[in-house]
């Protein structure tokens, strides 16, 4: 059976996965850049930004396993941009550019369905009214004998969590107090339960979790 | 001039330092003993509960800081005991038997003073009703040269982070989610702005943080 994944998923000491107030200038809110600074200089990052080359220490090391043996991701709609309610319009195709860095189908959960996108590089946007349960159906059938990313946001990654859907979720722990925005870890009491955890702290500062289905 | 500083202080990865539901039997509620597993092994706790050893590695290298240049603790009345409201007798001397393991002055704060009370082995606790500076400013003349360590609970931490009294913060952070209980981290957005940060993960999967003012 594949399995249901989370990669590269930053959280303030406090629990926030993402600051208050997003927009289209600013996708992590007030937060701005501060939960993804790790992210930033690793290889894993700079070639998805299609730059030849970046960090290759331990923060890489665990950022770049996000990538092999994913055949579609599930996202949230807040992940995917930054308007609510009814599309004015669909020509929104996401923060990524004409070549998001997934290569595989991608299902937006969202109210609102609209028509699927083909981009270049492999990314079809596909937009789903679904449930954790149906979508990960879906997903499945798209990526065939390989694994499922979810991509995030925290509402997202919050409710297949708690609906026991995930094998291995990767949390990196940022040392900054957020103070407000999406929390990542309500609603989730006991979860360590269900998971063998390990965790490791790199020089810069920040804890890399991983919790992975025994 | 003397520091303030915490030690030894567990809080859950989603922020609780404290379960709900304090009672004598539960003197972290809900969360029972396990924000604090790592420290029952060590030799500093050990020797709190006059055992001659335990173990030596890196959480008791840390742990062990506590006790070092300390001339005075406050802390807060829900880590004195589960009572709440005025006391009906002065019967209740705390949760640590005849012989305290804090051996200084411990400013109790509570808004129902009664008469201090003097412990063996040199604790007496001393029970004020007063804001977190003058509170400080009675402990640094009962401590002398030496620091004060603020004890805990969360909510008492808390009020001295937000005032900015705080010097040395040593935070362990477990790898559990309590779901429930008193947040160290409310209202303290930007915090580690104030400190220069450190944290290390030892092997059985602590995040030792320590927030050290520059």
């Known amino acids: 059976m594949s399995r249901v994944r989370v990669h590269n998923f930053s959280v303030s000491i ?14 992590f809110g007030h937060a701005g850049t501060r939960l993804h600074e790790w992210f930033f200089p690793t290889r894993t990052f700079q070639q998805m930004l299609g730059k030849p080359d970046g960090s290759h220490g331990v923060d890489d090391a665990i950022a770049g396993t996000w990538e092999a043996g994913i055949g579609a991701e ?13 599309w004015e319009n669909d020509d929104w195709n996401g923060w990524w550019g004409p070549n998001p860095p997934f290569h595989t189908p991608v299902f937006v959960l969202t109210h609102h369905p609209r028509p699927s996108v083909e981009m270049e590089g492999g990314t079809t946007f596909h937009f789903i009214d679904a449930t954790p349960q149906e979508a990960l159906r879906q997903a499945r059938e798209a990526a065939g004998d390989l ?8 509402t997202t990654v919050r409710e297949f969590l708690a609906e026991d859907l995930v094998d291995h979720l990767h949390i990196a722990v940022v040392p900054i107090v957020l103070g407000r925005g999406e929390r990542l870890w309500d609603g989730l009491e006991g979860l360590e339960s269900r998971f063998q955890v390990e965790s490791v702290t790199t020089p810069g500062g920040i804890t890399h979790m991983t919790f992975t289905r025994p």
Chains 1, 2 share one sequence.
């Open 147 to 154: 694994d499922v990313r979810i991509g995030g946001g925290p």
């Open 74 to 86: 599930i996202m949230g709609r807040n992940k995917f941009g930054p308007q609510r309610g009814p």
């Open 14 to 27: 406090d629990g926030f996965a993402t600051g208050e107030g997003q927009s289209l200038d600013a996708p």
